[in-house]
């Protein structure tokens, strides 16, 4: 038993290691993530608080969140559905 929960803790290090190495190349400071599972929406907050002026939907289901040229944030539908 203590194998596989050390073979999950070593994952989970993993995944976060490469998604910090891949959030250090944003052109931002700060950011904040929150995730609904039921809704299946990962939410990205690049201030806070987040304040847009205006919403973009993308044609991929991604709503691109602006304070005048600035975007302050991102939702993201379906998010556990997408590929790298």
């Known amino acids: 038993m203590a194998t596989v929960t050390a073979q999950r803790t070593a994952d989970f290090i993993s995944n976060c290691v490469v998604v910090a190495t891949d959030m250090l190349k ?3 400071q700060h950011m904040w993530l929150d995730y609904d599972r ?3 929406v990962l939410y990205m907050s690049f201030r ?3 304040r847009a002026t205006a919403t973009i939907e993308t044609d991929n289901d991604i709503l691109v969140r602006k304070d005048g040229k600035n ?3 991102l939702t993201i539908l379906n998010a556990s559905s997408r590929q790298q």
């Open 26 to 28: 944003l052109p931002t």
């Open 38 to 40: 039921e809704a299946d």
């Open 48 to 50: 806070k608080p987040q």
């Open 71 to 73: 975007i302050v944030g």
